[in-house]
């Protein structure tokens, strides 16, 4: 587990010395967190240092950061408003912080494409869609050029993207079909985006896992298409980088299929943020990508090492990804050394350890950053960090956690502002450490503080748990149980937190607890 500050889960530090906090608290928002991460020759390296743009960052979080606030100015929250506090000004599309330019160039620009099933912020469910972004905005501000390539899902808006446009129409192979598939292009975050979008059935649905298709087929149907689309075009990218089970099925694609055929340069990059999901397959389902299945079930290639000598036996495309791809990386060297000891995978990762790296994944510094966050009422930073209070506040009023007497200056914020409040932003997944999530619920009453937790699950079991906590919850006077996604919601959150809990099982990184120390809170982890 990675983690910098680490406090047991509801250890004394709700009630610690609050000078000792602070003292924290200026340390990590001053500890920022920087991508480490430089394709070199179809080799990956882990940089040492993160010189990078602190120090012109540093200088323009001066000039924006407004501590100065007017509390008069501020329109308050209430839980009874018509539209939430979170949902009034900004929609996170909305925001498109500028790719910094005044960054040290890499003396061997490429084109680097990745190709995922997760984008923040218009196709996000957890840090996947995070690293993606950040990562491709650290290398297009180093000098390379990045496109990401994701499906056109049917929950993105349109207003979403930027200079959105038809750029292709093409047909790609699935089950003995050729789909017309349309691609569009436009800008995310500042970020060049290919959106794949079939005119079948696929990848419609309001959410972006879990719509009322085969997943498996459909994220095959993306790997192939977006092959096919490289095909069409003549993009010859330097590198193709695949993400997670889902798109593991590309570098065989790659390799047996579009190799032979027009795409020559790229090399195959595969990282690996969570090895949870090993994208199981039968051969059958491999073969409507067009592959001959039963070519990939040997130890060598694809086939799930687990279900060998069973009838049927499966493939993974995780594993299929890690035999094909030049390189694979996985989010931390610590979940390295973990996957190379433990996991029926952990065989294949030792069989093909030269090319298996483990690099620290960081945060998007400009995307998470309280001194110039849009959604904040009040922004703040590691010099002035007195904005945090009113967001504290400005979220304790929208959610009924405190008062509503006028904050005038100093004494409803200093009472509220004593109570310490516990964040709890996180897909509701048994990894997540639910359990000690409802634990925590009840210490943190009875410590007299309050907590927010702010999840989303697609488990109708897990749903109804939290549902029963929230309606047992969600009247009194410290707990808040918001069972949705919202992007919004979780800037304000981890901006209003004096702790972030985070109390995974097991974690691969975890960007939640980087995010909480930038944003000034203690974290504690299991
Ligand atoms: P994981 O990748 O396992 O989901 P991480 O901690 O690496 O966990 O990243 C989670 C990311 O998703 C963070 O940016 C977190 O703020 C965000 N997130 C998780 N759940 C929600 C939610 N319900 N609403 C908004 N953001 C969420």
């Known amino acids: 587990m990675e983690c910098a500050t680490v406090c047991k889960l509801c250890s004394p530090i709700l ?12 340390q990590q928002l001053s500890n920022h967190t920087k991508f480490k991460f430089c394709y070199s020759k179809f080799k990956i390296q882990a940089l040492h240092s993160a010189q990078t743009h602190l120090s012109s960052e540093v200088a323009a979080e001066k000039s924006q950061s407004s501590t100065d606030f007017a509390i008069g100015e501020l329109v308050w929250p209430s839980p009874s408003d018509e539209i ?41 469910v957890g840090g996947l869609g995070d690293v993606v972004t950040g990562l491709a905005r650290a290398c297009l501000s180093r000098g390379h050029t990045v496109d990401i390539m994701l499906p056109f899902y049917e929950c993105i808006q ?15 192979y699935h089950d003995g079909n050729w789909i017309q598939t349309n691609a569009y292009h436009g800008v995310v975050s500042g970020i060049s985006v290919i959106l794949i979008e079939p005119s079948n059935q696929f990848f419609k649905g309001q959410t972006v896992y879990g719509g009322s298709f085969n997943e498996l087929e459909v994220y095959l149907f993306f790997s ?9 075009t003549g993009a010859q990218p330097d590198i193709i980088h695949v993400h997670e089970w889902q798109t593991g099925a590309l570098p065989l694609l790659y390799w047996d299929m579009y190799h032979n055929l027009s795409l020559k340069k790229p090399r195959l990059v595969l990282t690996i943020h969570n090895m949870e999901h090993y994208g199981e397959c039968t051969k059958e389902q491999l073969s409507k990508s067009g592959l001959d299945g039963l070519i990939y079930a040997t130890i060598e290639k694809a086939v799930d090492d687990r279900t060998i000598g069973h009838n049927p036996e499966r493939l993974s ?12 990386v996985t989010v931390s060297p610590t979940y390295l050394k973990e996957t190379l000891c433990t996991g029926w995978l952990a065989s294949t990762l030792i069989r093909n350890r030269d090319k298996y790296f483990g690099i620290l994944n960081g945060i998007d510094t400009a995307m998470w950053n309280p001194a110039t966050d849009i959604f904040l009422p009040a922004k703040f930073n590691a010099q002035n960090p007195e904005g945090k209070k009113l967001c504290k506040y400005y979220v304790q009023r929208g959610l ?7 904050p005038d200056g100093k004494h409803v914020l200093d009472m509220t502002h004593k109570v310490p409040l516990v964040v709890c932003i996180t897909r509701l997944v048994p990894q997540k450490g639910l359990h000690l999530i409802s634990h925590a619920i009840k210490r943190a009453e009875e410590l007299g503080a309050q907590m927010v937790i702010l999840g989303k699950t697609s488990d109708g079991r897990v749903e109804r748990e939290f549902e029963g906590l929230a309606k047992l919850h969600n009247q009194g006077p410290s707990i808040r149980i918001l069972l949705m996604f919202s992007e919004e919601l979780s800037h304000l959150l981890y901006a209003a937190a004096d702790i972030v809990l985070v109390p995974s099982m097991y974690e691969p990184c975890g960007l939640a607890q980087m995010i909480g120390m930038r944003y000034g809170a203690v974290c504690t982890i299991k």
């Open 15 to 26: 009630s610690s010395p609050r000078s000792a906090v602070v003292g924290k608290r200026k």
């Open 84 to 124: 939430p506090f979170w949902k009034k000004d900004f929609p996170s599309w909305g925001v498109n912080p500028e790719v910094p330019v005044d960054i040290k160039k890499d003396s061997d620009p490429m084109h680097i494409i990745h190709i995922t099933a997760e984008m923040a912020p218009i196709a996000k």
């Open 158 to 172: 349109k207003q979403q993207i930027k200079d959105l446009e038809l750029v292709t129409t093409y047909n790609s």
């Open 224 to 232: 192939r298409a977006s092959l096919e689309w490289m095909q069409v």
């Open 317 to 328: 495309l995780l594993k299929g990804g890690i035999v094909y791809s030049n390189a694979v």
């Open 400 to 406: 009924g956690l405190a008062s509503e007497g006028i």
